[in-house]
């Protein structure tokens, strides 16, 4: 399990109301290698602090925190705060090349942001190569003192950190695909808070074990941090209370099974409810049959009952199920007085963007090409300063402001095949007027293979008002939207030959970027950005870039 770090907690002046009482919260994180067993075979893997998963960061809605990362490996690296909205702080979001340099090996840097106005689960990771794979951990936000949740308040919360691990180098696994243009290995399993399946012949791995107290309600915090894959969470013969999902609250939801798209976030209420025994916890890929299992353990069980298992759920990989289908359409805002949903009416932007996948000629390559990823036809080249410093320096070059708000290529998305699966290349934002408001239409595509994707927007929460599978109409499914409680989110799938409908305001000065959260999709340059112009004054614009800002 991630281990709970101290925090060092200063109140100090701050721009804040004078009522207000100012928070800030100092971390030091560093980045080393760290010698680990799994799999009964030893590697060294990037880790914060020696620690798979990281630390985990403790914190209140509102507070200030100061994140020092020191990079002591041999790797350029950047962190970034998952779900963290960054209001006007861009630079310390964290993602390479868009709104930072990497910190290089030796170097520092400190992110400086606020926590307004979120509480709730997030996490961060690397956000460069494929470091994210064990360099990651979990932010727990919770609410203003004295602010209670809105459900019953659960007797103990647990984090847990659902992972992926390699026996091979990470970097290498990707670095060969890429030269030989084939997709990269699957993983060789899954992980529960650093722990894979446990296995008799190999005796060091014993497992997860979430030891509960009967009668009592927790509250697990779940948290998808594999590079690549969807995954069921389930604990036998125990039923879940969904409360939130991407740090936002929602309407409480009972199953026994939760969908954790790569990125996502779900917290659920857990009721110990057996009095006695031992249960498996599973966490069972989308795609990859190599599953993560660890036991719920009631103290007082001995070790040596037998544990109660149940059947992993092996879905389709690209077609809808109503299994899939309810747990998605299940989700609900809150919509409370205290929590009211603000999803925008009047649209200033109607975008369509279509997804998916393409290929490239690779001259290197075993087959001659090799496979790219796309938005509205469009691979993202990635630019060798950070597209914020140019948007902030006005540098001229770095990027152009003409993505297509439409396909340029229009064909039967989810039909026919195109005759030319090529795309285009470059590094090109959509511009956005400061508080504008926007409707997103992401659609699937069946060039090459139909694929759900998991869609992270970076700076922003937004609502998703709706989605279907087929081609996206615009006159009859925008009749169907849901703008009453719409489930609110950081990171959402698009149904594998589907649609996906989301709208948000953007009110957030900067430069912010949107990719799919699988990691060799974001490899192949499934990704782009929108730019944020400032609004009117101090207080609508980007904030000046901090000092110790990595450089290129």
């Not at 060789?188 to 722990?195: A, E, M, P, S, V």
């Not at 409360?243 to 996502?264: M, R």
């Not at 199920?321 to 009047?346: C, G, M, W």
């Not at 996206?472 to 649609?499: C, H, M, Q, Y």
Request: with cysteine; hydrophobic share 35%.
């Amino acid at each position: 399990m991630a281990t709970w770090i101290r925090v060092v907690v200063l109140v100090m002046a701050c721009l804040l109301p004078a009522s207000a009482e100012c928070v800030v919260r100092q971390y030091n994180f560093d980045v080393v290698m760290k010698n680990t067993t799994k799999l009964c075979s030893t590697k060294p893997i990037v880790t914060i602090n020696g620690k798979f998963p990281g630390p985990t960061i403790i914190a209140r809605e509102d507070d200030i925190l100061l994140i020092r990362v020191n990079n002591r490996v041999n790797y350029n690296v950047t962190i970034h705060w998952h779900g963290v909205k960054q209001f006007r702080t861009g630079w310390a979001d964290g993602t390479a090349y868009i709104t930072q340099c990497p910190i290089q090996p030796g170097e520092s840097y400190v992110h400086n942001f606020t926590l307004t106005g979120q509480r709730g689960t997030l996490f961060y990771h690397a956000h460069i190569f494929w470091l994210r794979a064990t360099l990651h951990g979990a932010i727990v936000i919770l609410p203003k003192g004295g602010v209670p949740y809105p459900f019953p308040k659960p007797r103990e919360e647990k984090v847990i950190v659902l992972a992926e691990w390699w026996k091979s180098d990470v970097e290498a696994v990707i670095n060969e695909a890429l030269q030989t243009g084939l997709t990269p290995n699957r993983s060789d399993t899954q992980t529960i808070n650093g722990y894979a399946e446990p296995t008799s012949s190999c005796p060091s791995e014993r497992g997860y074990t979430l030891q509960v107290e009967p009668g009592r309600t927790y509250m697990l915090r779940v948290i998808n941090a594999a590079l690549n894959e969807f995954l069921y969470f389930k604990i036998a013969g125990h039923d879940f209370t969904v409360v939130e999902v991407d740090a936002s609250y929602t309407k409480p939801y009972k199953t026994d099974t939760v969908l954790i798209a790569s990125g996502q976030t779900t917290n659920l209420l857990l009721t110990t409810n057996l009095g006695t025994g031992k249960f498996m916890i599973s966490a069972s890929p989308f795609k990859n049959k190599k599953i993560a299992t660890g036991t719920l353990h009631y103290i007082g069980t001995p070790n040596d009952t037998a544990t109660i298992v149940l059947t992993p759920i092996w879905p389709s990989e690209n077609t809808s199920t109503p299994l899939v289908d309810n747990i998605t359409d299940a989700l609900r805002s809150l919509n409370s007085k205290e929590y009211p949903v603000t999803v925008p009416l009047k649209i200033d932007h109607s975008l369509f963007f279509t997804i998916g996948l393409g290929t490239m000629p690779c001259p290197t390559c075993t087959i001659g090409n090799r496979a790219v990823a796309h938005i509205n036809n469009i691979t993202f080249d990635s630019p060798t300063i950070s597209l914020l410093q140019a948007h902030y320096f006005n540098i001229k070059g770095v990027y152009t402001d003409d993505f297509p708000a439409n396909p340029p290529n229009q064909f039967d998305y989810t039909g026919t095949q195109p005759a030319n699966p090529q795309t285009m290349h470059g590094t090109r934002v959509y511009r956005l007027p400061y508080n504008s408001t926007v409707q997103l239409v992401l659609q699937d595509t069946i060039r090459l293979a139909l694929e759900s994707h998991p869609m992270h927007l970076h700076g922003f929460s937004f609502y998703a008002v709706g989605s279907g599978l087929g081609n996206f109409n615009p006159i009859k499914d925008p009749k169907k939207f849901n703008l009453v409680d719409p489930v609110e989110r950081n990171t959402i799938s698009v149904p594998a030959g589907g649609w996906l409908a989301i709208r948000f305001r953007a009110d957030n000065p900067g430069v912010w970027f949107m990719h799919c959260h699988i990691e060799v999709h974001t490899t192949w340059g499934m990704e782009m950005a929108f730019v944020v112009d400032n609004g009117n004054g101090p207080n609508e614009s980007v904030l000046p870039p901090p000092h110790d800002l990595p450089k290129c």
